[in-house]
Structures are given as C-alpha cells and as structure tokens.
C-alpha cells in the first residue's frame, strides 16, 4: 500500500490507475479505525479495482467545545489495518494540503434543509464542515465510488444530497452499521466509555429497536415513542440530545399514520461521551 500526503502525490497515483482503465472508490474517514471502517473497504474494494482511504482529522467540523484537540490519531496503527484489508492508496494531508487559505478562511459549503435538523441543530456548522472536506476529497480523488457508513446516518444524506446538487460524477454506497455483540455500533469514540459507561451503552440500540417496534408494528404515534424514548435515556443515565423518529430520506417528520419509510436516531451523552446511533424501519 502507497501513503502519500501533497496532493501531486495523490494525483499521479489516481492517473496511472485511470491509464490502465481501472476503476477507483474513496473511503474518507478521520482515521482510528476499527472494523466498522474495514467494512467500508471490503464494500469500497468489491466494487471498484483500486481503493483509496483518506485519513484527515477535519477541524472545520468540530464545534469550540468539542473533541478536536484529544480525538485520537493512530496513523501507524491505521497504515497496517488498511494495508491488511485491501487498501491500495493511503491519502493522509495536513492541514494547510487541505486548506491553502486555512481553515476559517477558505470556501465552505452549505446543504440547506437537512442539515438544520437534529445534528446540524445541536451541532452547529457541523455539517458546512464535513461538506466541504468531503467535496474537497471528491475534487481531489475523482473516485467512480465513494463509501460512507450509515452509522453518521444524517452525514449520508448530506452528501447524497451535495453530490446530486452539484452533479458530482461519483456513486455514494451506504454501507451497515456495524455492531458489537451487545449492539453497540461502532466508533472510534466508544474508547473514551469507562467500563461503567460501555456496559450502559447498548441500552441506545435497545431504545431505537423499541422505538421501531412501537411505530412500524404497534401503530403508536410517533411523538409520544420519542417522548418515552427520551425520557427512558435519561433514566438510564443519558443525557439525551435527540430520540427522533424521521423519514428516511430527507429527515423531515413523518405524517401521523406513516409507518414505513422512517428511520430512529439517537444521539446522547453518556459521562463525557457523545454517542449517535439508528436504525431503519425497513
């Protein structure tokens, strides 16, 4: 596997591979990877002749008083899994490859409608941030495919929904969710659970699964199933930011009798640790 950081480096990588017609996917992730992101080059590989994995830590989508500055970088650590997995091209910029005019002063795109719900409400500017890096790499790698997990449910729609307006020429795939045995999804912040908090933690997933079942298969109302959601989060010693029932396509709230087509999502607090979480109706 090739590692490169300068953007030359990266291009005359992508050219060879075109000169030979083959084909190219991108998996983008902020690195400290675990098997959920090794699901997305498994995805990325099975569709595409060469893989690139990008490793950046981007601070145009970190809030002032959130995780930037302790989010764990383990990029020795993420070389050896991806080589292992299949991944051929390592792209691992710093800052100013990805920001020329630095971050607080280069160009910023904004998806209207989507992002001023549930994540982008409680995180604001969150979503300009991910949009932004993510068409950057997009303009950067020109995969024929790019892969996201549906974990950062919200995160995919966004950038279905920047890559239709704009007519970018690259195929986004949604891939699982991955789980520990318990439920949990994964993510590179579970590390930061106490082993108090790990074992509460799957108590989200439970949540989400009562939540469909009340709504798909019982018929409740959707708003009385997130009340009792929300309140059974702080319950268990969340504190909850959202426990929401949405439709799945673009986020905004359901009609009182829609039972298919939605999605629960959950994002919460637990000690010092933000966890999101959904699940799909169908």
Wanted: glycine share 8%.
């Amino acid at each position: 596997m090739q590692t490169v950081q300068d953007a030359a480096g990266l291009r005359a990588a992508i050219r060879g591979w075109r000169a030979q017609g083959q084909t190219v996917s991108l998996v983008p992730t902020m690195g400290n990877l675990h098997a959920g992101h090794y699901s997305l080059i498994r995805l990325a590989r099975a569709r595409a002749e060469r893989v690139v994995a990008s490793v950046f830590v981007n601070p145009t989508q970190f809030g002032p008083n959130e995780d930037f500055e302790r989010y764990p970088r383990t990029l020795a650590q993420d070389q050896a899994g991806l080589a292992e997995h299949g991944c051929d091209l390592l792209f691992a910029p710093d800052v100013a490859t990805m920001y020329p005019y630095g971050p607080q002063h280069g160009v910023s795109i904004h998806v209207p409608q989507i992002t001023d719900v549930l994540e982008g409400a409680h995180r604001p500017g969150h979503f300009d941030g991910v949009a932004t890096v993510v068409c950057k790499l997009f303009n950067l790698v020109q995969p024929d495919i790019a892969v996201f997990g549906q974990k950062d449910y919200q995160q995919l729609k966004v950038i279905e929904r920047m890559v239709r307006d704009l007519a970018l020429p690259v195929k986004v795939l949604a891939a699982p969710t991955q789980r520990a045995d318990d439920g949990l999804a994964l993510s590179s912040r579970n590390q930061y659970l106490s082993a108090e908090e790990r074992a509460l933690a799957p108590a989200i997933h439970e949540t989400l699964q009562q939540m469909r079942e009340l709504v798909a298969n019982k018929g409740h109302a959707w708003r009385v199933v997130e009340q009792a959601a929300f309140s059974k989060l702080e319950r268990a010693g969340f504190v909850p930011d959202y426990a929401a029932i949405r439709r799945a396509e673009d986020l905004s709230e359901p009609g009182p009798d829609e039972r298919a087509g939605l999605v629960a999502l959950i994002a919460a607090r637990l000690g010092g640790t933000r966890l999101i979480d959904n699940l799909p109706f169908d």
